[in-house]
């Protein structure tokens, strides 16, 4: 395993990523993996998270609960999306962003509009093109 840095955005970052998945030749001899919410083993096990909670929360309430979730690369909320059309008790999921409005524009307009990130101190948020929008818009 080898872990290399990167001088530029979580964008910039994730393009080359995604580049590197589809290019044969790195693909079939380097065997590249992700940890991050590209890779749908990710996702499934935080679906386990939200399970939980809104059993627990919906037995103890008697009402499916709300969840409040940072933007980012959107696999979180991807991940709670999933579990609510598994038929788990979810209400409300509501997306919290920064200074970085792709997704939250994109709510209001219908237009996806991706763009460069915006730096701030919530790096974790700081994505202009979230690759799960894909699947979330699929």
Do not use: H
Not at 19 to 47: C, E, H, K, T, Y
Not at 124 to 131: C, K, L, R
């Amino acid at each position: 395993m080898r872990t290399l840095s990167v001088a530029g955005s979580f964008d910039d970052c994730q393009r080359m990523v995604k580049d590197a998945f589809v290019d044969p030749g790195l693909s079939g001899s380097l065997q590249l993996s992700s940890a991050n919410s590209i890779n749908v083993g990710r996702l499934l096990p935080q679906m386990v998270y939200y399970a939980k909670a809104s059993l627990e929360l919906a037995r103890r309430d008697g009402a499916a609960p709300n969840f409040i979730i940072p933007t980012g690369n959107l696999g979180n909320a991807l991940a709670c999306v999933w579990a609510r059309e598994a038929g788990l008790p979810i209400g409300d999921i509501v997306l919290a962003s920064n200074a970085n409005l792709t997704v939250p524009e994109y709510l209001a307009s219908g237009e996806w509009r991706p763009r460069p990130s915006t730096p701030t101190l919530a790096s974790a948020m700081d994505v202009g093109n979230p690759s799960n929008m894909e699947r979330l818009r699929g």
